[in-house]
């Protein structure tokens, strides 16, 4: 058995991935990009299968025919990569059902960025516990695996809770570690639409004072936290997926108080994706708790959140309210994650609300198109099924559809039947 801890160049760090493995990375910031680029330089593997998601950069390893790639959550470089040719694939699950998965059927190598030891030896994941943080661990106190870190220097500190490991690793607990330095991903900054501040504005007129929140990715999300950060409702509580820029601006703003009714008095995420500024913000901050996604994904727990709000974007619906996020036109677009988690979690949530917003019409191939259809066309798949969906957003106006029956549904008919 090799010893722990060893330190290493980046090359000898990937050189520990076999010509013929199963490798487990982390979703954006929680990609090794120093390994991954240097696993693409190698010319000896055989059958590397690489589980990930939301893939940080176009690495060269996607053009070996002897690496698979199977993601979680296509991004623009998996779309780009598949198109090409590339062994490209989807794996169908929820967020916190990729870590049950990489739990219960273990990869040899678990991949993971970290922030440098502090002076007691403990690295911090940082920006990115999602579903890696446990896999982790588990690889790490396994002999039979391997737990592999890429120490980043940028990467921030950002605690966890005690209960729950603290999102963090000792370096003698590791099979070895090497530093890269390399800039967290960044979310550009994008001004709202005309449809996307419609959309936010209806969307305000749900959230009540003393909600707990939850933002998916997107101009909306970000919209209504900006607005929330800039009106007069406080008391609000902060339970998400994503920390992105909106809930840092609510938090500047003092209108976080995090009396949510689980993890009270911090807000909890399970990885963080926008600027530089965010980043900086999160260091150290005692405001925030990053945990594995099964803490804070799972529907079971969610309900334990007062005045539960999720919102989340999704690209189609029809008339039945059948709604398709991910995959649409019979191509993969991006994936499950957290939203039906959270549409289900906000449902059982005392006085919760679960909203899903998209624009009225898109563009596609120069025409413009209705996004609410009589029928989700053959090739799109459902990401959150008629039976669990409540509030649809879109410029035009809310309705609650829970309730409703099909004909009420397609007529948009608003009365309730019962109370």
Same mark, same amino acid.
């Given at each position: ?6 330190? @290493?160049?980046? =090359?000898?760090? &990937?050189? $520990?991935?076999? *010509?013929?493995?199963? %490798?487990? #990375? /982390? +979703? ?25 998601? @939301?893939?940080? =950069?176009?690495? &060269?390893? $996607?053009?070996? *025919?002897?690496?698979? %790639?199977? #993601? /979680? +959550? ?346």
């Amino acid at each position: 058995m090799l010893p722990k801890s060893r330190e @290493l160049s980046v =090359a000898d760090a &990937a050189a $520990l991935i076999a *010509p013929r493995d199963t %490798v487990l #990375s /982390g +979703f954006v910031s929680g990609q090794p990009q120093g390994i991954l680029g240097a696993l693409g330089a190698r010319d000896d593997l055989e059958e590397v299968q690489l589980f990930t998601g @939301l893939l940080a =950069a176009p690495y &060269a390893f $996607l053009q070996r *025919p002897t690496v698979r %790639v199977v #993601s /979680g +959550f296509f991004g623009p470089v998996e779309r780009m990569a598949r198109a090409a040719g590339a062994r490209v694939e989807f794996l169908a699950g929820d967020f916190h059902g990729l870590e049950r998965i990489a739990l219960v059927h273990p990869p040899r190598v678990v991949l993971a960025v970290t922030s440098p030891p502090d002076a007691d030896g403990w690295l911090s994941f940082g920006t990115h516990a999602g579903a890696t943080y446990r896999p982790f661990v588990d690889a790490a106190r396994d002999p039979s695996r391997l737990a592999i870190a890429e120490v980043n220097p940028r990467m921030p500190r950002v605690d966890g809770l005690p209960e729950l490991g603290r999102n963090r690793v000792h370096v003698s607990e590791v099979d070895a570690w090497t530093t890269h330095e390399a800039p967290l991903l960044e979310l550009p900054a994008k001004s709202p639409s005309a449809e996307e501040r419609a959309i936010a504005t209806h969307v305000m007129r749900l959230i009540e004072p003393g909600a707990t929140l939850q933002f998916g990715i997107g101009a909306v999300p970000d919209e209504v936290a900006t607005r929330l950060a800039a009106g007069p409702l406080g008391d609000l509580g902060v339970h998400t997926e994503m920390i992105s820029d909106g809930v840092m601006s609510l938090h500047r703003a003092g209108n976080v108080t995090n009396r949510k009714g689980l993890y009270d008095g911090v807000s909890t995420a399970t990885f963080a994706l926008g600027s530089g500024a965010l980043y900086a913000w999160l260091d150290g901050n005692p405001d925030v708790r990053m945990l594995p996604v099964s803490a804070t994904n799972d529907p079971g727990l969610l309900h334990r959140l007062r005045n539960f709000v999720s919102v989340n974007a999704c690209l189609s619906t029809d008339l039945y309210g059948q709604v398709a996020a991910d995959r649409i036109g019979g191509r993969q677009y991006s994936g499950v994650g957290g939203a039906e988690s959270f549409v289900m979690g906000a449902a059982e949530a005392p006085g919760g609300k679960s909203v899903l917003c998209l624009k009225s019409t898109a563009t596609v191939g120069g025409t413009r198109i209705s996004t609410i259809v009589p029928e989700l066309p053959p090739g799109t798949l459902v990401t959150t099924p008629r039976h669990h969906v409540q509030w649809v957003v879109t410029d035009h106006g809310a309705v609650d559809l829970s309730g409703r029956s099909d004909v009420e549904r397609a007529q948009g008919r608003s009365e309730r039947r019962f109370c």
